[in-house]
């Protein structure tokens, strides 16, 4: 692929280029999806597609309204000094902080480790650092100089048995943590206090400052358990501590005095969606309240809220880098769900037992989730290779997305009615972007389905078994960890968490990894009647079901 040839022409040609993605509100999509939504041709496709990846690693906001100067961390994590007072303060600043080394900083926001060649499998376009080693740490040069923030990378690219893919939600995302913690860590820090002790540069000065401006009107907090996120949350309640106006203000008043929010007590957390869904939809988020314009300004605007950016700052900012926009929109629609196959051998797969899970899929799964062509339906299929049998050549979902209501928890749908005050910001109405409370969850297309445990918006569910267990015989509770060993950290029957006596020790050693259904927000209960239980009774044996989760293993 020419980059160069494609990298010189001007940004104004590269426009005239682009096909109108239509983002206007139940504009009918095709059932195959739109994986190149600006109809770009395949060169300016390929190259639109590798500048959004690195974009989603290395976050193109400069003017973001949480980025701390790198000189800073360098002083406090990385340099060696031998001057007392220096070795003092790195020392204090570790000490009541928690953050020892940048990759401890790294780790706060739960990103996954770059991967060798051997596991680079997926072909992460790696974004050399001097001192970064993990996916989503952004250098950004700002007009205070350079400073450290997270990407979309963050809760976007999970790791599957020590492999990046991207897309994939990250299993266990911290970028809550980092909001509370670096609060925290950055209230020790006095600006001039900490120019004058470490030397920092005037510019380290103001970027501290800035940043510190910002965090006054950010208002995180953490998940209810690990591997959930609290963004709806976070920017409902920072947008309480700004005006109610559309550029939602800074307030100082409000900074100390933040407005009541009905979600303020309310636990509404919810897992990152995969990327390689979007490409479906024409409804976006879990819950399908976002129901016109591109969710990627959505997304820049919740991080920017959720980071304390001056709105109209951000504003100038997109109008200027529209084509920065377009290539992380051709990047995230383009992504690509991991197969089974790619980890495990197809010979681990009883074509079978698959054949049959589909013939039940398709009596009853298809009015929701949508239609899987295989390839061993195809005329070549005995031409074909074992893996090759198991592909997925055509999924066809709907031309208009479905909300449906299941009967699973209801509070992160119902939280929404939080941020219908982002309707009013004028970011919003310029970019078209809309906000609808809806009645239930979007039921996902199924692409990838067998890497996405736990299930459900809320995790409630450790494997597909769960799933397709009735509610009420679900399990309470659960463990989770980590998927770093394909025989100790994965049910392949089930597909999911291990349960019971396999359960590794190690993951019941953290509370916030043990899951407890009980809990306000975390509910296990729903989708069973109705879908495989019908007047209480299973419409499945315990044999059609493994066949079911035999078919789900090769979407």
């Not at 104004?12 to 096909?19: E, I, K, Y």
């Not at 504003?315 to 290539?327: F, K, M, P, R, V």
């Not at 390839?375 to 479905?402: C, G, K």
Request: proline share 7%; glycine share 6%.
């Amino acid at each position: 692929m020419r980059l160069g040839f494609w990298m010189a022409w001007g940004s104004l040609a590269l426009a005239t280029q682009l096909g109108a993605a239509d983002w206007t509100q139940d504009a009918s999509i095709p059932r195959e999806g739109r994986p190149n939504i600006l109809q770009l041709d395949p060169q300016q496709q390929a190259h639109y597609v590798h500048k959004g990846w690195q974009h989603s690693l290395n976050y193109p906001v400069q003017v973001t309204g949480v980025t701390v100067p790198l000189e800073l961390l360098q002083d406090l994590l990385i340099d060696t000094y031998e001057t007392p007072l220096r070795k003092l303060l790195q020392q204090a600043f570790k000490a009541l902080s928690g953050i020892r080394t940048f990759d401890d900083f790294e780790a706060l926001a739960g990103l996954v480790a770059e991967p060798d060649a051997a596991h680079n499998i997926y072909n992460v376009p790696l974004v050399p650092h001097d001192f970064a080693r993990r996916l989503g740490t952004s250098i950004i040069d700002t007009e205070n100089g350079p400073g450290v923030s997270f990407s979309c990378a963050a809760c976007h690219m999970g790791e599957l048995f020590g492999v990046p893919v991207p897309g994939l939600t990250n299993r266990f995302p911290r970028a809550n943590e980092f909001f509370v913690t670096g609060k925290k860590a950055l209230s020790l820090v006095e600006p001039h206090l900490a120019s004058a002790a470490l030397g920092l540069s005037s510019e380290s000065r103001r970027m501290l400052q800035s940043v510190k401006r910002s965090l006054a009107r950010v208002e995180a907090r953490l998940p209810a358990k690990d591997g959930l996120d609290t963004s709806l949350a976070h920017v409902a309640l920072s947008l309480s501590h700004r005006q109610k106006d559309a550029y939602a203000t800074p307030s100082g008043w409000f900074e100390t005095f933040p407005r009541p929010d009905a979600i303020r007590p309310i636990v509404s957390d919810s897992k990152p969606a995969p990327w390689w869904n979007v490409k479906y939809k024409n409804k976006f988020l879990l819950d399908g309240s976002v129901v016109s314009g591109n969710p990627i300004y959505t997304n820049i605007l919740w991080n920017e809220i959720g980071r304390g950016t001056d709105l109209k700052v951000l504003e100038t900012w997109l109008d200027q880098n529209q084509q920065a926009i377009d290539e992380l929109t051709a990047a995230v629609f383009s992504t690509r769900a991991p197969r089974y196959t790619d980890f495990f051998p197809a010979a681990s797969l009883d074509l079978a037992s698959a054949q049959r899970g589909q013939k039940l899929f398709n009596g009853n799964c298809v009015r929701c989730h949508g239609t899987y062509d295989k390839a061993w339906d195809q005329p070549d299929a005995a031409l074909l290779s074992a893996e090759e049998l198991l592909a997925t050549i055509r999924v066809r979902y709907f031309t208009n997305t479905p909300v449906i209501d299941v009967g699973t928890d209801p509070q992160r749908a119902a939280s929404m009615k939080s941020l219908l005050q982002l309707n009013d910001l004028a970011i919003s109405q310029r970019k078209g972007v809309l906000i609808q409370v809806q009645s239930g969850y979007v039921p996902p297309p199924l692409e990838g389905i067998w890497a996405r445990w736990p299930y459900f918006h809320n995790n409630a569910a450790p494997s597909l078994c769960a799933v397709l267990t009735a509610g009420d015989k679900r399990p309470t509770t659960y463990f989770a960890g980590e998927a770093r060993d394909k025989d100790l950290d994965f049910d392949t029957i089930c597909n999911g968490y291990p349960e019971g006596d396999q359960v590794p020790p190690e993951w019941k050693i953290d509370p916030a990894r043990r899951y407890n259904s009980t809990l306000a927000g975390l509910s296990n209960k729903g989708h069973d009647e109705g879908i495989f239980l019908k007047g209480g009774q299973e419409m499945y044996s315990e044999a059609q079901k493994a066949d079911l989760i035999m078919f789900l293993k090769t979407l």
